[in-house]
């Protein structure tokens, strides 16, 4: 087994995970900390379904592997959000307004940003898809707002 495939089953099999997840979680009885598992576990099985699309195949057209690229942002940009409040909960603790407020609104902006990165320079300044040992790659060169996006994480 090479390393392409490798990925693929990784992740298929984080996949299955999150939704064996997401059923565990909708047997729990109805809480707070229930809706944000739900959601959280939502997200993450579209960054994983992002990651899997871009592996799905070898050779892969540049406009799908942006889009699957996109799919992963729409995930990733929102779940640290998610997970700070999720961690307020579990640790009995108020998070200021004002600092909820901030995050919802970054993540917001990180995930408009992503989504459209195809329409300006904002995100990444340039990228280009190539072949790298058969495989499609998208080669990028890391806007602003990319790097608050790696500074959030």
Not at 84 to 92: C, D, E, G, V
Request: glycine fraction near 4%; include cysteine; charged fraction near 10%.
């Amino acid at each position: 087994m090479n390393l392409y495939m490798l990925q693929y089953w990784s992740y298929a099999i984080c996949l299955l995970i999150t939704v064996a997840v997401f059923l565990l979680a909708l047997s729990r009885p109805p809480s707070q900390e229930q809706k944000l598992v739900l959601v959280i576990n939502f997200f993450t099985f579209i960054i994983m379904f992002g990651y899997w699309g871009s592996v799905s195949a070898p050779i892969v057209s540049p406009d799908l592997l942006l889009f699957v690229i996109k799919v992963e942002y729409l995930g990733a940009c929102n779940i640290f959000v998610l997970l700070t409040l999720l961690s307020a909960r579990l640790l009995n603790r108020k998070l200021p307004k004002p600092l909820v407020i901030t995050q919802l609104a970054l993540s917001t902006l990180l995930t408009l940003a992503a989504v459209t990165l195809d329409k300006h320079h904002l995100f990444y300044r340039s990228y280009y898809v190539t072949m790298i040992n058969g495989v499609s790659v998208v080669m990028r060169e890391h806007g602003l707002i990319s790097r608050i996006y790696l500074l959030m994480m």
